[in-house]
Each structure stands twice: as structure tokens, then as C-alpha cells.
């Protein structure tokens, strides 16, 4: 009979896709799961989120759908150095939003934000029931900005590309039951502060000018608390409450800001998420899934680019695993979110967004040896 231990090693790892919009822009809710994993392992995987967030203007009627869909990959690699410590190395997309406005007033607008990480973390145990892990990571974070913002004109007002690398860490901890497959580990991701140095590009009546700009980018800090217990043999639950520090964070081009009144997007307050799954194993190579989670509404301001806040979701999917090492996952989310309706800029009526949700999927596949 296939052990328990093996069941218990391919559910420790699920990560039920939290990459349907959540709070901001985040999308895979940057786990670092891997980095328990029993001897050496690898594992590459890719998502996909399909949204629908429509909305309209009384100047210009519907929008249509302004999210687009988004593709990522993700990797990771883990090995024991000794008995006590053990290493992983992790390339993963935490952050991504694409937003296209194709129809209404504010048809040509765009915004591509988009950051990829790639984390080395080092885990030392003290024991079998203590450890801590942290390390450096390197993020890459990407702005495409453009759009004419008022509908009426001819060539785009307005365009920025920018691209910035920049160093933080990753730090945790982990107190565990090895006994009983109890786990509760803590990690803290730190922010990013991008110094950005380019060019903010306007049309005129005399052709494009290109102004000088300098200011911040960030990505924020954010907290994950991950729980683990079983409730039978054949039933593992897991916890997460993911808390983000959006409050503050903004992309703000000084002359974007002088020309419009407002920063491309501001968020104001910052998100906790709630998810729970629950895994079960159905045989000896198979294991299932559900999962949901809860995101409150912050009580945002809608900008042009942020019209969603908070939401629920609902998922689940299957695992399966062979005696030879080879695991493979599906997993599938739907999540409903909640719509900002106001001003989108000054001096605009309100626009109203009441048709927001997503689906999500993914598929990862890992090997143990």
C-alpha cells in the first residue's frame, strides 16, 4: 500500500492558483512551499488567468472587456546540502496586470505591469521541530503605459516604457510536528523600490515631446502565514492569510501626475487574504483538492487602472504521483470580483464596473530524486 508519507509530501506542495486578481496586482501570492520538500526536487509549471472585467462611461458607453488574458511560468529547484541544511532556488511572476481599454472613452489606453523574481533560499533546521529560511531575490519589474486617457484625439498623449532590476530578500521561520505532519511556517517577502530614471513622452499639436522623469516604483512587502494539519489519514488542511502592503504604493510619473491631477494608480489600503484547502487522498497514486478564499473590500478609489477590489474565490483540482518520483498537478479557480464605481479621472462622470470575475488555471509538473 502506497504510504502516508507520500501522500503527505505531494499535498504539502499544492498550491491552489491564488492568481485571479487578488488584492492589487498580485497573482501567485509568492510561496516558497518548495523549500520543504523531502531530498532533492524540481518542478516547472504554468498558469493561466482569463478575466472579465467590464465596465462603462456615460461619454463614451461600455468598455468592454479591459483585462486582458495572462500567461506565466514558474520553477524552482531544492536540494539537501546536509542532514540540517537545505537550498532552493525559485523563478516565479508574483506581480502582473494587464489592462487593454479597447471601446468607450478611453479606447487606446494600456497598462502592462509586470515583475518576475528569481529567489535563492536557504533553510536551516534546528531540529526536527525548528527551522529557519531566508535569501536574497532579484526582481525585475516592467511598466508599459500609453493611451490617449480622453477619447478625441488623434495620437497618443501619453507614453511611458521602463524597465528596473532591484535586490530584496526572503526571510521565515517554521515550527513543525514531523510526527503528525503539523506545520507552521511564517515568511516575510521584503519591497521593492525601483529608483526610475526615462522619459515621459506627450503628443502635441506639433509632434511627440519627450519630458524627463524621475520617481519610485515599488512592489510592496507582504507577510504569509501557511498552516498544515491532518484530520485523518487521508485528509490533509492547509491555511494561508496573506497580508500585503499596497497602503502607499502608487506609480506616479511627475508629469503624468501635473497633467491629469491623479497618479496612474494608487492604492490607498492594504489587502489580507484568506484561503483554506482541504486535500484528500483518493487512492494510491491520486489525491484531490478543494480550495477557497476571501479578500475583503478595502474601500479603494477606482483609477483608470484599478477598478476591482476584493472578491471571493472557489477552486480545486487533482494530483497525481507514481513510486518513481514524477508528480503532476492541475488545478482550476473562479473568482468573483467586487467593482469600483466613480470619477476615473477629474472632471469625468462616474464609470461603473458591475461585471468582474475571472478563471483561472494551472498545471505543474515535479520530479523527487
Known amino acids: 500500500m502506497r504510504s502516508l508519507r507520500a501522500f503527505f509530501c505531494a499535498t504539502t506542495v499544492i498550491v491552489a492558483p491564488s492568481l485571479s486578481h487578488a488584492g492589487g496586482f498580485d497573482l501567485t501570492g509568492q510561496p516558497i512551499n518548495i523549500i520543504f520538500e523531502e531530498g532533492n526536487y524540481i518542478e516547472g509549471g504554468a498558469g493561466l488567468v482569463t478575466a472579465n472585467t467590464e465596465g462603462s462611461n456615460p461619454l463614451g458607453g461600455a468598455f468592454g472587456n479591459i483585462a486582458d488574458d495572462i500567461t506565466f511560468f514558474t520553477l524552482g529547484a531544492k536540494t539537501d546540502f546536509t542532514d540540517r541544511l537545505s537550498g532552493a532556488v525559485i523563478y516565479d511572476t508574483p506581480f502582473l496586470r494587464e489592462t487593454t481599454y479597447e471601446e468607450g472613452v478611453f479606447t487606446g489606453t494600456s497598462a502592462d505591469v509586470e515583475a518576475n523574481t528569481l529567489t535563492a533560499v536557504a533553510r536551516f533546521k534546528f531540529n526536527e521541530n525548528f ?163 476571501y479578500e475583503e473590500d478595502g474601500g479603494e478609489e477606482i483609477s483608470l487602472f484599478k477598478v476591482v477590489d476584493g472578491g471571493f474565490s472557489i477552486g480545486g483540482g487533482i494530483v497525481y504521483q507514481n513510486e ?46
Open 324 to 369: 518513481d518520483g514524477l508528480r503532476l498537478q492541475f488545478a482550476g479557480e473562479y473568482r468573483k470580483l467586487n467593482g469600483i464605481d466613480g470619477a476615473q479621472l477629474p472632471g469625468l462622470p462616474s464609470s461603473t464596473f458591475d461585471d468582474t470575475d475571472a478563471l483561472a488555471f494551472s498545471f505543474k509538473v515535479g520530479y523527487s530524486f
Open 131 to 293: 527551522s529557519i529560511y531566508g535569501g536574497p531575490r532579484l526582481q525585475n519589474s516592467s511598466v508599459d503605459l500609453q493611451g490617449p486617457f480622453v477619447q478625441g484625439t488623434t495620437l497618443p498623449t501619453f507614453e511611458i516604457e521602463l524597465n528596473e532590476v532591484d535586490l530584496g530578500y526572503v526571510a521565515g521561520f517554521a515550527a513543525e510536528i514531523p510526527k503528525y505532519k503539523i506545520r507552521a511556517a511564517v515568511t516575510y517577502n521584503s519591497e521593492f523600490t525601483h529608483d526610475v530614471d526615462t522619459q515621459e513622452i506627450f503628443a502635441t499639436p506639433q509632434g511627440p515631446v519627450a519630458l524627463p522623469s524621475r520617481f519610485e516604483l515599488e512592489t510592496p512587502q507582504s507577510v504569509n502565514v501557511d498552516l498544515q494539519a491532518p484530520i485523518t489519514t487521508s485528509t490533509l488542511v492547509r491555511a494561508n492569510i496573506r497580508w500585503v502592503d499596497w497602503g502607499g504604493v502608487n506609480l506616479t510619473p511627475p508629469n503624468f501626475l501635473a497633467s491629469q491631477g491623479r497618479p496612474v494608480v494608487e492604492y490607498t489600503e492594504d489587502t489580507i487574504t484568506y484561503r483554506l484547502t482541504v486535500a484528500q487522498r483518493i487512492n494510491e497514486n491520486f489525491s484531490g483538492f478543494i480550495t477557497g478564499s
